[in-house]
């Protein structure tokens, strides 16, 4: 069975959206610490480009569902095929950046000395097996900052990767009406998870 015709097309929409969704995700990074109500009412303006997060992550779900939907996943190789080309889209550049970081790390531990009790090769080697989603050590004796931390959106993209070809098919024996039915729920669902994962403390969200 060939693929869906709309694979092959660019979508101008999803485009522009990827553009509002990093602009969201990258503004969210530099808040300005101040007392003054209008930067205060701005800050939490943009911390709600936290979202941006989600919005690449409903992307992608919708866009390998787009693609992979009319493929038959049970011909040989076609698993194969759809790992490699998964792995190559995110893991390369991730790898790039972390041996592009490693001036910095050395900088920044030099200055501020490795977190107690802090296992090194452990700490290096989460970041290369992409497991920021799970793995939160204190990098410095100073700070609760980490290195490369935003890769814990690769590990949650790379554990999505790696069930999607066993979720496809049984989301597509589901009946259209059970799947609309379906979207409010999750909505509520989410709605719910928010509301009792919330971090009060630090105004974000532990979930």
Same mark, same amino acid.
């Given at each position: 069975?060939?693929?869906?015709?709309?694979?092959?097309?660019?979508?101008?929409?999803?485009?522009?959206?990827?553009?509002?969704?990093?602009?969201?995700?990258?503004?969210?990074?530099?808040?300005?610490?101040?007392?003054?109500?209008?930067?205060?009412?701005?800050?939490?303006?943009?911390?709600?480009?936290?979202?941006?997060?989600?919005?690449?992550?409903?992307?992608?779900?919708?866009?390998?569902?787009?693609?992979?939907?009319?493929?038959?996943?049970?011909?040989?190789?076609?698993?194969?095929?759809?790992?490699?080309?998964?792995?190559?889209?995110?893991?390369?550049?991730?790898?790039?950046?972390?041996?592009?970081?490693? /001036?910095?790390?050395?900088?920044?531990?030099?200055?501020?000395?490795?977190? /107690?009790?802090?296992?090194? /090769?452990?700490?290096?080697?989460?970041?290369?097996?992409?497991?920021?989603?799970?793995?939160?050590?204190?990098?410095?004796?100073?700070?609760?900052?980490?290195?490369?931390?935003?890769?814990?959106?690769?590990?949650?993209?790379?554990?999505?990767?790696?069930?999607?070809?066993?979720?496809?098919?049984?989301?597509?024996?589901? /009946?259209?009406?059970?799947?609309?039915?379906?979207?409010?729920?999750?909505?509520?669902?989410?709605?719910?998870?928010?509301?009792?994962?919330?971090?009060?403390?630090?105004?974000?969200?532990?979930?």
């Amino acid at each position: 069975m060939s693929s869906s015709p709309i694979v092959n097309q660019n979508v101008p929409g999803l485009t522009a959206l990827r553009f509002f969704a990093a602009s969201m995700v990258f503004v969210v990074h530099y808040a300005v610490k101040s007392t003054d109500p209008i930067t205060e009412t701005i800050n939490k303006l943009f911390a709600r480009g936290a979202g941006g997060v989600t919005v690449f992550f409903l992307l992608s779900g919708f866009l390998l569902a787009m693609i992979y939907t009319d493929r038959d996943m049970s011909k040989p190789g076609a698993m194969r095929k759809y790992y490699v080309a998964r792995i190559a889209r995110i893991y390369p550049l991730y790898l790039f950046a972390i041996v592009l970081h490693l /001036p910095f790390l050395y900088w920044w531990v030099s200055s501020h000395g490795w977190g /107690p009790g802090l296992n090194v /090769p452990v700490y290096i080697g989460s970041k290369v097996l992409m497991q920021d989603a799970w793995y939160f050590p204190t990098m410095s004796a100073t700070t609760s900052a980490d290195w490369l931390g935003q890769g814990w959106t690769l590990t949650c993209e790379a554990v999505f990767y790696a069930f999607f070809p066993f979720i496809l098919p049984l989301v597509k024996r589901i /009946p259209t009406k059970a799947l609309w039915l379906a979207l409010p729920l999750s909505l509520i669902a989410l709605t719910v998870l928010t509301a009792m994962f919330k971090d009060t403390a630090g105004g974000g969200f532990s979930l």
